[in-house]
């Protein structure tokens, strides 16, 4: 039977494989003098760049699309994988299209390669994005505004457009749309996940990284209206929340194994740049819209490894979306070295475990291309919640 979906994943799909960024290459050749902004798969003020005329591009590394040769010879060997690769992709020529990136305070990995971006290559713009630690509104709220000021005048130096509010005001609300397409998307996977599994809405919103606000929120909008149309019925699969993919994401094929291992993810921690403010940002009457982003971040950030919590219990935003998604249990898979996501994981597995809530983990790398163990362990943990519930799953 044809799938009405096919051709939208298949485009999707096309710009989630295409490194060499052939989809900027054109959006610039139609925007003379414009820049495009790279950065890496977490949040940065997305609405921020294209107020001022530039094209934001998520840089995800090169997955397992490329071999690490010189990438290796630049960092240790006891780090993830992503700042190799990213390194390996621009010696190859095939980031050429970005103009400058913002490196936004993860950790001291994505601190260091934003060092050696600068070192290797003098000419583009690159800064490292300091983001609030915190809470409060007249100190960290007006710490990040000034930030993004930064940001904006040093932009505007190298040929972006100056900031001007009305138009900061206009990309807010098509960052707004974007996330209300990515919400419908989401809580069609949580109501009925035969209609869109979890590997098509990582293709779907991993393909927003190269392209404007508003063509992505069209194309999710077009799937959107196509899936609704797919037969099916229901399928004997356990639900669960993936988390601790933030920042290094896991190959396509890996997601499509934990699937087929009878692990239905519900929700997770993909494309964290696309998802990291939950609900609208809303300015107020009269209010700079740069306040409205900033607060948006304190106020609505989600709960990750990747976001300071300030004196927030760890592990409670997490077990909030278990009950809230209706789902069985929760699958860690972090990038091997992950520092973030491995110091957090012990802290979020007691909650897990105080709460009754089943859990497993592994690890990964983006250029991983053997899964038969992972799967083999989902399938397994996947059985035992099905037939002992979390008693049975309890690691």
């Not at 070295?337 to 809530?357: I, S």
Request: some cysteine; proline content about 6%; overall charge negative.
């Amino acid at each position: 039977m044809n799938d009405p979906a096919a051709a939208v994943l298949e485009r999707a799909r096309a710009l989630v494989e295409d490194r060499k960024l052939s989809t900027v290459t054109r959006w610039k050749e139609s925007h003379p003098g414009a820049l495009a902004i790279g950065h890496m798969p977490v949040y940065v003020p997305r609405p921020l760049l294209e107020a001022i005329g530039c094209m934001p591009v998520a840089l995800f590394g090169g997955g397992d699309a490329i071999d690490i040769i010189r990438g290796d010879s630049y960092f240790q060997s006891y780090i993830c994988h992503i700042p190799r690769s990213t390194v390996e992709l621009a010696l190859l020529g095939d980031l050429s299209p970005i103009d400058g990136v913002l490196f936004p305070s993860i950790c001291d990995v994505i601190r260091n390669l934003g060092g050696m971006w600068r070192m290797l290559f003098p000419e583009k713009y690159a800064t490292y994005v300091d983001l609030p630690q915190s809470f409060e509104p007249d100190i960290g709220g007006a710490f990040y505004v000034l930030e993004m000021r930064r940001i904006a005048r040093e932009l505007a130096e190298r040929g972006a457009r100056p900031l001007d509010p009305a138009r900061l005001g206009e990309a807010i609300l098509r960052e707004n749309e974007r996330r209300a397409a990515i919400a419908e998307l989401d809580a069609l996977r949580r109501e009925a996940s035969w209609r869109c599994r979890a590997s098509e809405a990582y293709l779907l919103v991993r393909a927003g990284g190269v392209l404007e606000t508003r063509e992505h929120t069209a194309l999710i909008h077009e799937f959107l209206a196509c899936a609704r149309r797919r037969s099916g019925r229901p399928v004997d699969n356990v639900r669960v929340v993936l988390v601790g993919s933030f920042c290094e994401q896991p190959p396509l094929e890996l997601v499509r194994a934990l699937e087929k291992s009878g692990c239905e993810i519900i929700d997770d921690d993909f494309q964290l740049g696309m998802r990291m403010i939950d609900g609208p940002i809303e300015i107020a009457e009269g209010e700079d819209p740069l306040v409205a982003l900033s607060r948006a971040y304190l106020e609505k950030g989600r709960d990750t490894a990747s976001r300071y919590i300030g004196d927030l219990v760890k592990g409670a935003g997490l077990v909030r979306r278990v009950r809230e998604s209706q789902a069985d249990g929760v699958l860690f898979a972090a990038a091997s070295f992950c520092d973030p996501a491995l110091l957090d994981q012990p802290m979020l597995e007691a909650a897990l475990t105080k709460a009754g809530v089943p859990h497993t983990s592994f690890k990964f790398s983006e250029n991983m291309g053997q899964f038969s163990v992972i799967r083999e362990q989902a399938g397994a943990f996947s059985d035992a919640v099905k037939l002992w519930g979390a008693e049975g799953a309890a690691p």
